[in-house]
């Protein structure tokens, strides 16, 4: 099977497949059942090469089949075809029979490759009648559909409507207002009309409840700009193409008016009136593209040109006649607003009531209210103050809306028409507050950013709109939408804005690209099947996936890291024009806002970041009608391995173990710091200890020597002390006792000073004012002065005073003090007292240190040459032998006390701290 030709189902659910040689028969379970090619009981009628070129199924329930020459029937009870000789077409052309469709049980109707439509006789096959759709150039014919009132062919040259004896042949117009270069393929019946299936997609083609009406056909640019009604209901149709007076009692249309009537009277002075208005239902005012104000009068055919002062050339896009107040309005689009009432002529730009120089459309309210618009602004003219405030309309965005036109309903609510921004109503109640706030109708959400070109109110206050190619109806206060699509099959071409008209009977009139439609609504039953938004397809780098999503189902649709970008493709299912379906789409997660791509239907991302998305997408129809819904499509994009949730995982354990073993790393560090530091600090202390052990050996060596060197001073002390003893005593007879008794005090001052002797670092050192308390204590005990009578006033501070100086000191101070206790003091003396003091001073020329030892009592008294010539052994001698080895002096103070003074000098120690 190499090419198929038709796939047929009959009423008992059979199918049948064709192809150019064969023929395939399965049952409604689609099993195969039987084949039947050429030779192979298919007939061949001799004839090489034969193919199938047509089928049918006729009123029999028979099949038909058409080969190049021959007609074969299939008979059902024995599955087997008869061969039947077709009729010649009698032309040069050699046409062969592309189409065939039974018409009841007498006729077929068959069309050919030539372009040849022909009616044959099923009995004997004879031609009844035949045309041919064009006579310039060769058509193959595609399909024909049988409708009410004619036949439907679809063609290579377009869609052709024919009556049912062929005696009458129309061509479909298409938007440009010349036959049409779709190639139609195939029919099918719907309620309104029929659909195609055409080269550039779905059309739709309507031919119930509409009449359409060409206006002229010599230029593509022509449109029909404004239709009025006169009092008498003729329709006056003004179009680039001139001025048309339509008349519906004879269903005609009469041009009024050329450049010249045919008196040789002026005629329009532009051909391409773009507004009209009728005043008083007589009087035909008007507004060409450019050139001067007209007006024309029916009752004798007259046109007569207004002189407006201020400008030679106008651009008047619109006028309005307001009978209430006989008056006409002109928007300018080059000299701002004017109004003519009776013979005067006002141009508010020039007074500067409305500063705004382009104008393009006028509005007049039943109670009096204007409005007048142009692109972005809007001016509303107050009656009572005669003055204009301006209306700022805006969208949701803020962005001012283009008013394309204005309508008021039974209950003056006023009807706004927008481009891009759907439909709006003021509300009488707001509009009498001058609140302007325009408010949308809940049944026409899918038409808010569609651009609504006009509308009517029907007598059942139901909205009439059009968009650029699609007629609307929303039922009386919007609860609910129906839509016509394609009305370039009615008109011929798109609407054109704000030219629209309800006549007095109901009808209503829409112009478009040179033509209009009529209807009257209650003979319109209007079908809406919203567009759904479904995603046609889906574009990996190496793969595709084409239908993968029914419209009901979300499934989610998964992208690994491999697919470095993903191509989404949507659809709206509304092939009717689909070419003109928009689109725009949103990816939650990723897109901060919606992204319009107009008539584009694809939507690429690349390299999405690993997450959960929800692409969304709304279409629009042809109509601009939107899908409120719209597709919500679930999209996850798996990471790549190495940012999986498991590599994560790994990456926090490997992160883990490696803090773990930077901690243990660093434990081991601190630890064997820690251990250099403690071994360091060992080493410190034991080295320390060293010092400190070598220290103490030293000190103990020093002390050692010092202790030593004390005790040589000692003995040396002690052998001065008596060797001065020895030599008194050789020279003195009996003197023994007195020099034992001397030296006894000598070694007994010596023993209690080693008793308060401290041994350090500087040397050894005494506490004298401890050795005279012990000595005193010590030498009461043996005299003859009762120790309770003797009060010591010690004034020697417990400062350490060097060995040397102190052992002196010692020796000097005990004999003093025996001196004192032994022969100063009378028995009979209740009240002794005896004062000690040691000063220490430093001379200045030498550096050494003085020491004076005061020794004062309140006894007997001291003769003053006591230290001059004292007795030989006496404690006075003893005394000046001891100063004078130690460099020391001696005197007797004169004064109440009886007191020694001492005075030795230290040149080799220094004093103890």
């Keep these: ?107 077929y109707l068959v069309g050919t490759d030539t372009g040849h439509i022909a009616l044959i006789e099923q009995s004997t096959l004879k031609i009844v009648a035949v045309t041919r759709l064009s006579q310039q150039q060769v058509i193959d014919i595609h399909s024909i559909l049988f409708i009410e009132d004619g036949i439907l062919i679809g063609s290579d040259g377009g869609l052709h409507w024919a009556s049912h004896d062929l005696s009458e042949i129309v061509l479909v117009k298409n938007s440009e207002g010349e036959v049409s270069s779709d190639i139609v393929y195939s029919l099918l019946e719907n309620k309104s009309g029929a659909i195609g299936g055409t080269y550039s997609g779905l059309q739709q083609y309507i031919f119930s409840g509409f009449t359409a009406r060409t206006v002229t056909s010599n230029s ?12 008498i209901g003729n329709i006056w149709i003004a179009s680039h193409s001139g001025l048309f007076l339509y008349d519906t009692e004879k269903d005609v249309h009469t041009r009024i008016g050329g450049t010249t009537d045919h008196l040789g009277m002026q005629g329009l002075t532009d051909q391409r009136v773009a507004s009209i208005a009728v005043q008083d239902g007589e009087i035909i005012w008007i507004a060409p593209v450019r050139g001067k104000l007209q007006k024309y009068l029916p009752w004798n055919g007259r046109f007569e040109a207004i002189e407006i002062p201020g400008s030679d050339y106008f651009e008047i896009p619109d006028i309005e006649y307001v009978d209430r107040y006989e008056e006409l309005w002109v928007a300018t689009y ?13 141009s508010f730009l020039r007074s500067g009531r409305l500063g705004e120089k382009q104008l393009l459309k006028i509005f007049a309210a039943e109670n009096g209210d204007m409005v007048f618009a142009n692109f972005d602004d809007a001016y509303l003219f107050d009656r009572q103050t005669e003055s204009f405030t301006k209306i700022m309309f805006s969208n949701a965005d803020g962005e001012p809306i283009r008013i394309l036109s204005i309508i008021e309903s039974n209950t003056n609510d006023i009807w706004i028409a927008t481009e891009h921004n759907g439909l709006f109503m003021w509300t009488a ?10 408010r949308r109708s809940s049944g026409a959400n899918s038409l808010n950013q569609a651009t609504i070109l006009d509308m009517q109110l029907d007598d059942s206050d139901n909205l009439w709109l059009t968009t650029p190619r699609e007629l609307f109806k929303l039922e009386r206060e919007g609860s609910s939408l129906s839509r016509l699509s394609d009305a370039g099959s009615l008109t011929g071409g798109e609407f054109s804005w704000a030219s629209s008209l309800k006549s007095d009977n109901g009808e209503m009139f829409f112009g478009a690209i040179n033509s209009y439609i009529k209807f009257h609504p209650d ?92 692409l969304r997408a709304v279409g629009a129809n042809a109509a601009g009608i939107w899908d409120d819904t719209g597709l919500a499509l679930p999209v996850k ?29 660093y434990q081991s560090y601190l630890i064997e710091r820690k251990i250099a530091v403690l071994a360091q600090e060992m080493d410190d202390t034991a080295e320390q200890a060293e010092d400190e052990m070598q220290e103490q050996l030293e000190f103990q060596d020093e002390l050692l020597q010092t202790a030593y060197t004390h005790k040589v001073d000692t003995l040396g002390l002690v052998k001065a ?23 006894q005090r000598v070694l007994s001052a010596l023993t209690l000073m080693e008793s308060c002797m401290f041994y350090g670092a500087g040397g050894p050192s005494g506490d004298v004012r401890k050795f005279s308390e012990l000595a005193l204590a010590d030498l009461l005990e043996s005299s003859p002065t009762d120790a309770d009578t003797v009060i010591t006033i010690n004034e020697i501070s417990g400062a350490l005073i060097p ?64 230290f001059v010539h004292p007795a030989h052994g006496s404690g006075a001698a003893t005394l000046l032998a001891l100063l004078a080895e130690f460099g020391g002096e001696a005197r007797v103070t004169e004064g109440s006390d009886s007191a020694v003074v001492i005075r030795i000098v230290d040149e080799r120690i220094e004093p103890y701290a």
């Design 1 to 107: 099977m190499r090419f198929i030709k038709f796939v047929h189902s009959s009423t008992n659910g059979d199918v049948w497949i064709g192809s150019d040689q064969q023929l395939i028969l399965l049952d409604s379970n689609l099993n195969f059942v039987k084949r039947w090619s050429f030779g192979e009981g298919l007939p061949s009628a001799g004839i090489p090469n034969q193919t199938i070129l047509a089928f049918a199924q006729d009123a029999l329930q028979r099949l038909v089949l058409v080969t190049g020459s021959s007609l074969l029937v299939l008979d059902k009870k024995t599955m087997e075809f008869s061969e039947r000789e077709l009729p010649d077409f009698e032309s040069d052309l050699a046409p062969k029979i592309s189409v065939i469709h039974p018409l009841d049980n007498q006729l």
């Design 220 to 231: 593509k640019q022509n449109y029909v700009s404004k239709i009025e009604q006169d009092k």
């Design 334 to 346: 080059n000299n701002g607003l004017y109004r003519l009432k009776s013979e005067s002529i006002e």
């Design 429 to 438: 109640e707001d509009r009498l507050q001058r609140k302007f706030l325009l």
């Design 523 to 614: 003979d319109i039953e209007l079908d809406l099947t919203p567009p759904n938004t479904i995603l046609s397809s889906i574009h990996f780098p190496d793969k595709s996936y084409v239908n993968i999503l029914p419209p009901q189902e979300e499934k989610t649709v998964e992208i690994s890291h491999y697919d470095h970008f993903v191509t989404f493709e949507f659809s709206v299912d509304d092939f009717i024009g689909y070419q003109e379906n928009q689109f725009r789409y949103k990816l939650e997660g990723f897109d901060p806002k919606w992204r319009d791509i107009g008539f584009r239907n694809s939507a690429t991302y690349t390299n999405l970041p690993a997450g959960n998305y929800t």
């Design 637 to 665: 994009v798996f990471p790549p391995p190495w940012r999986s949730w498991w590599a994560h995982m790994l990456y926090t354990l490997a992160g883990l173990l490696a803090l773990w073993a930077a901690h243990r790393t």
């Design 721 to 743: 002390a008596l060797g001065v003893t020895a030599a008194e005593a050789s020279e003195l007879v009996g003197s023994q006792s007195g020099s034992s008794r001397s030296s």
């Design 803 to 866: 060995a040397p100086v102190c052992s002196v000191l010692a020796v000097v101070l005990y004999e003093l003090l025996d001196n004192c206790v032994q022969h100063a003091f009378s028995p009979e003396s209740h009240a002794n007292y005896i004062r000690l003091q040691i000063t220490e001073s430093r001379e200045v020329d030498t550096g050494a240190y003085v020491y004076e030892l005061y020794v004062g009592d309140s006894g007997a008294g001291l003769p003053p040459d006591l």
